[in-house]
């Protein structure tokens, strides 16, 4: 079955990066994208980009535009999702989903379990 | 700040109908399609409605998605306790960037 196996908690302190991977099995990994989405605690989602498995094209959210970088390594299924620059308000659950091709599999699914990131000094 | 706009809370006792509104305007749900996950406490989103009425495989048919103009709506009819949930609708917009709602909280009462 299509399943994203996320990698485990980080605790990072403010200014830091987080690099969160994201394994996927069951399907062609280079036949959709991958997203990534967080959500603070308590609150709604977000969506923070998105990354092509096939040729590595990237759409990220405006306002992560310069922070946030997307990659993927077609060697091992795997996309990474790094965050620069963390401040307190970056602390969240980030998913990563199958999809959000704009305008084709433009949904998300599955998703991953999740990864909690929490900045704190 | 979300552009999708949802109520914030819904509720319905066993077997009764359901619907969240989703509001948006001409440059997102006007012009693209509308998805809904469902969020079970503790979970990650699951796809719950894909292009605006599309259930994929092992939803319900309880569940139901429409769209009219920049609007849209989910329903959900025979409420069952395991409904109890956030459900999110979802939209692209012409900016590429999607954009989800604000989330409403189902109850089961």
């Known amino acids: 079955q299509v399943q994203l196996v996320q990698s485990g908690a980080e605790v990072k302190k403010p200014g830091a990066s987080v690099k969160v991977s994201c394994k996927a099995s069951?399907?062609?990994?280079?036949?959709?994208?991958i997203s990534w989405v967080r959500q603070a605690p308590g609150q709604g989602l977000e969506w923070m980009g998105w990354?092509?498995?096939?040729?590595?094209?990237?759409n990220y959210a405006q306002k992560l535009q310069g922070r946030v970088t997307m990659t993927t390594d077609t060697s091992t299924s795997t996309a990474y999702m790094e965050l620069r620059s963390l401040r307190s308000d970056d602390t969240a659950v980030y998913y990563c989903?199958?999809?959000?091709?704009?305008?084709?599999?433009?949904?998300?699914?599955?998703w991953g379990q999740g990864t909690l990131v929490t900045v704190s000094s | 700040q979300s552009v999708l706009t949802q109520p914030p809370s819904a509720s319905g006792t066993p077997g009764q109908r359901v619907t969240i509104s989703c509001s948006g305007s001409s440059s997102n749900i006007g012009s693209n399609t509308v998805n809904w996950y469902q969020q079970l406490p503790g979970t990650a989103p699951k796809l719950l409605i894909y292009s605006n009425n599309q259930r994929p495989s092992g939803v319900p048919d309880r569940f139901s998605g429409s769209k009219s103009g920049t609007s849209a709506s989910l329903a959900i009819s025979g409420l069952q306790s395991e409904d109890e949930a956030d459900y999110y609708c979802a939209a692209w917009d012409d900016s590429l960037n999607a954009f989800f709602g604000t989330g409403t909280k189902v109850t089961v009462l």
């Open positions: 990354i092509s498995a096939y040729n590595g094209n990237t």
């Open positions: 989903a199958r999809g959000g091709d704009y305008g084709d599999y433009d949904w998300f699914d599955p």
């Open positions: 069951g399907y062609t990994f280079t036949s959709y994208g």
